[in-house]
DNA sequence: AATATATTTAGACGTTTGGCTAAATATCCC
DNA sequence: GGGATATTTAGCCAAACGTCTAAATATATT
């Protein structure tokens, strides 16, 4: 998993609010659309941040795509965010971010 | 707390870093600066983003500035970090996100 | 096959970000 | 006070980001 991915996917509030979504269960591109002010084309930018970082996945079913939660990421993802804060050194999170 | 601060400052692998450095202890600016290759500048840009975010808090000891995690914006991150993915509503949330 | 709907891809544009150097500020020590 | 050290502030620049519109692709319907 990209770690670095995950965290600028959460970086941005509109993409918080479409994994927030999701996770009361699956939703179509333009069901998650609806729900904001922001372009089609925008929103499936927001898509595919989420998909690079594994965080999401989506599904076609006919003229739709239905995203839903990647549910083991997001406990990956939790993990991560716990080693930053965490007094261990984590080999796999210092090299990643080794300059 | 600012959501929005705390995720983007959690964006960049050097903040992260330096948290994860921080999380062993407090450290000076110059201590920390030490482990990248990053000009000081730059460092104490970094500083003061994790600052605003009240991640981490500086406190002048003659002439250098002693850096510490704010352990209790620390626990409130992680709450922040699960309510990304929860299933409730959160209305601190929602507004702050809502366009 | 033609049309409509759903979504993505491509390309442009303004803003933000993360880096740099040079200069300013703060503290220490002689 | 004057010089050295630690850190920040100011200003610049290139790259990345989030948005948009227009065009492309995929599926469904008639």
Redesign the interface.
């Known amino acids: 998993m990209a ?2 991915e995950v ?2 996917a ?2 941005d ?2 993409r ?2 479409i ?2 979504l999701l ?2 269960g699956e939703l179509n591109a333009g069901q998650i659309s609806q729900e ?3 372009s089609g084309p925008s929103m499936s930018h927001h898509f595919s941040v989420l998909k690079a970082a594994d965080l999401i996945v989506g599904r076609r079913d006919g003229q739709q795509i239905f995203y839903s ?1 990647n549910t083991t990421v ?1 406990q990956d ?2 993990t991560l ?7 261990e ?2 080999e796999e ?2 090299r ?2 080794k ?1």
């Not at 965010?81 to 007094?87: L, N, R």
């Open positions: 770690i670095d965290f600028k959460l970086a509030p509109s918080r609010r994994l927030r996770s009361k904001f002010q922001i939660l997001v993802a939790m965010f716990f080693d930053v804060f965490s007094k050194t984590i999170n210092s990643d971010t300059d």
